[in-house]
């Protein structure tokens, strides 16, 4: 192998490894679906893909976007599960007939920990508003053994979320087929 062919691949093998370490960098808490039917139950699960640079995760907080009527948390082992309610303005009309006063508005599930070599996932059954077309942003706060990430960032308008640093996981909308 000649000088210039292994500079070559030093080279890419330095660049390769500098975009990888962008993505892992960018990795964030994400939300699958990306996309449900507007007026439906939706099972959401939140994946987080590491820790706090290099800091195993306690706790995840989820903020509940408006227009979510319901919302269950899944219960994990090792973690506790905190939820958080707030009174509604005024009272709605819920799915099954029944007067809605209060909503969920947060849910924390606290414990683990989890190492930042792992990733573990985090559900919510939610029941969506019908408003197809709408994305719901659903901002997560991870709080680590040392160090908080905050992926609360919300696009403008005309915006995309990928130039976000901590983009909020987000659940788009569609119309029921």
Partial sequence: MTRDSRLWIGTVIAA?????????????????PADAPANSYAHLVFTAPHGCNGSATTALRIK?????????PQMKPGWNVEIKSRKLEAPVQGPHGKSITD???????????????????????????DKPGQSLYFPVVQECEQGVERWIEIPSAGQGSDNLRAPAPAVHLKAKH
């Fill in 16 to 32: 390769v490894a500098a975009v990888a370490s962008c993505n892992a960098a960018r990795a964030h808490v994400t939300v699958q």
């Fill in 64 to 72: 509940l976007p408006e227009g979510i009527l319901s919302a269950k």
């Fill in 103 to 129: 909503v969920v508005d947060e849910v924390a599930w606290r414990g683990g920990p989890l190492p930042d070599n792992l990733y573990d996932t985090f559900g919510l059954i939610v029941r969506l508003p």
